[in-house]
């Protein structure tokens, strides 16, 4: 009897440890479980770049981002690559009238050595070299300011100049244009840009001055040209808005762009609502505003609202990237919409003014199978991948007449790439100007200046000459919304 007691009291403790280790195998496989999504989740972190999120592409970095081959959601056009047929170029050609000629003649033969004074002459070959003259020095003009005294009331009276003169010695239209035209067009910080006018125009200038001039044309043009083109873009059928960050004055702040094809006005401020009014355009707008997901925008119901098409796909394609098998819907969402963009296209190179109605309701059918099968696979999943992807699903289903605007309105683009276009110099100018701003004046200066700038590029003409119009007539204003 107290070996069958013995033996069962050994069952019961193995049984009781078996148990033990069937909760502790259980509790490890949960452990792992997390540490595998948590793993998973990490590494579909480090694969985020610019390409599958809305990071910007500076943000990549050349050490860490794997090299793999490019994706890129555009298609072949079948063009070579390179200079395209037809494109102009410039070849330079040889001048008849050289400033210099220097006839090389040979004086002896380089085989006997004989000379060859008086020789037949056989060829003469040409050979031309182009290069700039060195810098002149200024154009100087003096104005001699004569005052007479009236023989008849002895009043004094002085001559009028043809332009304005702020004191005895000043810099001309041209030397104002083209210090501007280095730190806002080709983005010079101040010290760099007056080092190349000393050394490119022969004029020695200093930082400081070169800074002030950028400010001289902000003043001329935040009253004139400032408002002539936001009232312009307030009543354009079609509008882009996006804004970035910039550093200045040791503080974070925004610089906010509301642009079409052919206009750009820049502002800075914050992020908020206020700020984004602050411009002068939105709370006006009728048209269709394109801009990303940001919900500071949410609050001008008087727009339709389009939603940038590049945006979603960067975000289906981190959601696929995060599990290629088990995210095959936001797959087929990207194919759908990039189908619906090359169907739009289509339609207006055909001069149509609207897709058909059932090119629209397939379009439509393939958006809402996409959400339902990705609303599919991702139930009762508590991964974090699963999580994101059930927030974008409930998105897009909310959001789908602002995603497909683009479908319904072939005057909609499909992404909002203009006002990322018309943005990116300010990060262009951080990067050179050592990362910020030292002043928020200047921040403020350049987005100003910037706006003129763009704006001119625009309708084709030259940011120097538009600047040099600036310092002397007055701005250049656009005649409308668009040419023609």
Not at 289 to 311: I, P, V
Not at 352 to 379: K, S
């Amino acid at each position: 009897m107290r070996l069958l007691a013995d033996r069962d009291a050994t069952i019961a403790a193995q049984a009781a440890t078996i148990a033990e280790q069937a909760r502790l195998v259980e509790r490890l496989v949960g452990q792992v479980e997390q540490l595998t999504d948590r793993v998973r989740e990490l590494d579909r972190q480090l694969g985020r770049d610019s390409t599958n999120s809305s990071w910007p592409s500076s943000s990549d970095s050349p050490y860490t981002k794997k090299k793999a081959k490019p994706r890129s959601s555009r298609t072949s056009m079948g063009r070579p690559r390179g200079k395209q047929p037809g494109a102009t170029g410039a070849t330079r050609q040889m001048v008849d009238d050289p400033d210099e000629i220097h006839t090389i003649d040979p004086s002896l033969c380089a085989d006997c050595g004989f000379p060859l004074a008086g020789a037949a002459r056989l060829t003469t070959r040409r050979h031309q070299i182009f290069d700039p003259p060195p810098p002149p020095r200024p154009y100087v003009i003096e104005y001699r300011i004569v005052t007479r005294v009236c023989p008849c009331c002895a009043a004094t009276t002085e001559g009028l100049t043809p332009v304005p003169l702020a004191g005895r010695l000043v810099w001309g239209p041209r030397m104002l244009a083209r210090a501007v035209w280095l730190v806002c067009a080709h983005h010079l910080p101040i010290r760099r840009a007056a080092a190349v006018l000393t050394v490119m125009v022969g004029a020695t200038v200093s930082a400081g001055w070169a800074g002030g001039v950028r400010a001289r044309a902000a003043r001329l043009l935040e009253n004139t040209f400032l408002p002539h083109v936001r009232a312009l873009i307030a009543a354009a059928p079609v509008a882009h808005a996006d804004e970035t960050t910039a550093r200045a004055d040791g503080a974070l702040r925004y610089v906010h762009v509301a642009a079409t094809d052919y206009l750009t006005a820049l502002h800075t401020g914050d992020r908020t609502a206020e700020t984004i009014d602050a411009g002068g355009i939105w709370p006006a707008f009728t048209g269709v505003l394109m801009r990303d997901g940001y919900q500071g925008y949410t609050h001008l119901t008087r727009a339709l609202h389009a939603w940038c098409g590049a945006h979603t796909l960067r975000d289906l394609r981190s959601i696929h990237d995060g599990d290629r098998g088990g995210q095959v819907w936001a797959d087929a969402m990207a194919t759908t919409l990039l189908d619906a963009h090359h169907a739009a296209c289509d339609a207006r190179d055909a001069g149509a003014n609207a897709l058909a109605p059932e090119a629209v309701a397939l379009i439509r059918n393939h958006y809402r199978g996409a959400l339902a099968r990705g609303e599919t696979d991702n139930h009762g999943d508590r991964s974090s991948l699963a999580h994101d992807a059930r927030t974008l699903i409930r998105r897009m289903r909310r959001e789908e007449d602002m995603i497909l605007r683009f479908v319904v309105d072939l005057t909609v683009p499909f992404s909002n790439n203009q006002a990322e276009r018309d943005v990116r110099p300010v990060k262009v100018q951080q990067r050179t100007s050592g990362g910020c701003w030292r002043t928020l004046a200047g921040l403020v200066d350049f987005a100003v200046v910037q706006s003129y700038l763009s704006t001119a590029t625009k309708w084709g003409l030259d940011t120097l000459d538009v600047l040099e119009r600036l310092f002397t007539t007055g701005p250049w204003l656009p005649p409308a919304a668009e040419p023609g």
